[in-house]
């Protein structure tokens, strides 16, 4: 599976557009522009196996300063200040890492 099989690339292109330059990342903002704020609880989770990239059930830092990599290949790795507010966004029962179920209620935040 890919993310274009739930988003749609002219999306994917604009949500990458507003976060080319450091520091510019913003999840919500990004959720919305993309389009997945507004898929369904099942697409939402499909897109979360793909950030996962280690199928650990979790997006772990590492995984998340790759975030955007994982829309296209060559965008930007995040910075350490942008993967740790993330990572504190969506990390809601302090266990340094996002589960299914934070992902989800992050991306409907």
């Not at 990004?30 to 997006?59: H, N, P, T, W, Y």
Request: charged share 30%; net charge negative.
């Amino acid at each position: 599976m890919s993310i274009t099989d739930i988003l749609a690339a002219k999306d994917i292109e604009a949500a990458l557009a507003s976060v080319a330059a450091d520091n510019s990342f913003q999840y919500k903002a990004f959720f919305q522009k993309c389009g997945l704020s507004s898929k369904s609880a099942d697409q939402v989770k499909k897109v979360f196996e793909i950030l996962d990239r280690d199928c650990s059930g979790f997006i772990e830092e590492d995984e998340l300063s790759l975030f955007l990599q994982n829309f296209k290949a060559d965008a930007r790795a995040l910075n350490d200040a942008e993967t740790k507010a993330f990572l504190k966004a969506g990390d809601s029962d302090g266990d340094g890492k996002i589960g299914v179920d934070e992902f989800q209620a992050l991306v409907k935040a």
